[in-house]
């Protein structure tokens, strides 16, 4: 199960951590991706990290602004969001996948468990 946390309302230029938390020991088993919907759009990739950590992936439109990590032992993958801006507005999800190719990390349909997603609104 996953469960993602840590979504609200900020204005532009603010800073936000999201939280993906896992229950089961496979949890670094899985590389780790953020997703996001905004209303009337498709989801879309945000950011991922492999299962060791040691890489991740960014859309363009929040590289320089979020970064990803995870911890674990915690079992979670971190989300921090900075610089935040209105057209960061949507629902956040994260998901798990077995594939490990910086290209998989993109495609969404190579995600198998997804979580329940948090709402994140930043207001300009």
């Known amino acids: 199960q996953l469960q993602a946390s840590g979504g609200g309302l900020v204005q532009a230029g603010d800073s936000l951590r999201l939280s993906c938390a896992a229950s089961?020991?496979?949890?670094?088993?899985?590389?780790t991706g953020w997703f996001r919907q905004a209303p009337g759009k498709e989801r879309e990739f945000v950011a991922a990290?492999?299962?060791?950590?040691?890489?991740?992936s960014f859309a363009d439109s929040v590289k320089g602004r979020f970064t990803i990590s995870r911890d674990n032992a915690k079992n979670t993958v971190y989300l921090q969001m900075n610089s935040l801006k209105p057209e960061d507005t949507a629902v956040y999800y994260c998901?798990?996948?077995?594939?490990?190719?910086?290209?998989?990390?993109?495609?969404?349909?190579?995600?198998?468990?997804w979580g329940q997603g948090t709402q994140v609104t930043v207001s300009s």
């Open positions: 089961g020991r496979t949890f670094g088993t899985y590389a």
């Open positions: 990290i492999s299962r060791s950590g040691d890489t991740t």
């Open positions: 998901a798990v996948t077995v594939y490990s190719g910086p290209d998989d990390y993109t495609d969404r349909k190579k995600y198998h468990y």
